[in-house]
Each structure stands twice: as structure tokens, then as C-alpha cells.
């Protein structure tokens, strides 16, 4: 499984990126050792994840949604549905939504 996540930082702005392993990921997000982004913006807390299939599908999650305003990226936070900004672009249905623990 490959996972495309969004965390916030502590200056309240939104980091994308992918993944194979969700956990090991946010870990070293928080901890500093991840992302040059986040190692100058200091990860708080991961705000949402999707699981798909192949690394291919991953990717091209994280460049869609890296390329829409913050105002969508907040909507897809709390809840709004891939298909809402991202219809045509990607095949949606392919992306499935991972609660939170």
C-alpha cells in the first residue's frame, strides 16, 4: 500500500507528500528528520491520509492536491471528497480514505 498524506505545521500551514509506510513517515516529520519543508516549518500533526494501490497513484495524488488553494486543501481535511476538486484530473475512485486512530 502507498499512502498520500497532509500534515499541518505549527505555523498553520499544509505539508503533501507520499508514502509506503504512514507511521515511519509522520514520525520523522514531527521528529525534524523528514521533509526539508518540514524541518523549517516544524510538523505539528497529521490532518489526513489516503491509501491507494502502487506508488504511480500516490504520486499523482500528492501533485493534484499540491496544486490547489489552501481554502480546498482545508475542505479535503474536513471531509469534502476528492471528486470535488479533483474530478477529471484523477480517477478518484482509486483513493480511499484512512480515518483517524
Known sequence: MYYTYMIRCKDNSLYTGMTNNIENRVKK???GKGAKYTKSHQAEKIEAVW???????ACKLEYQIKQLEKAQKEKLIK???????LKGKIDCRRYYRVEKK
Open 51 to 57: 491509501r491507494t494501490k502502487d506508488k504511480s497513484l
Open 79 to 85: 471531509g469534502e471528497r476528492l471528486s470535488t476538486y
Open 29 to 31: 516529520h514531527i521528529s
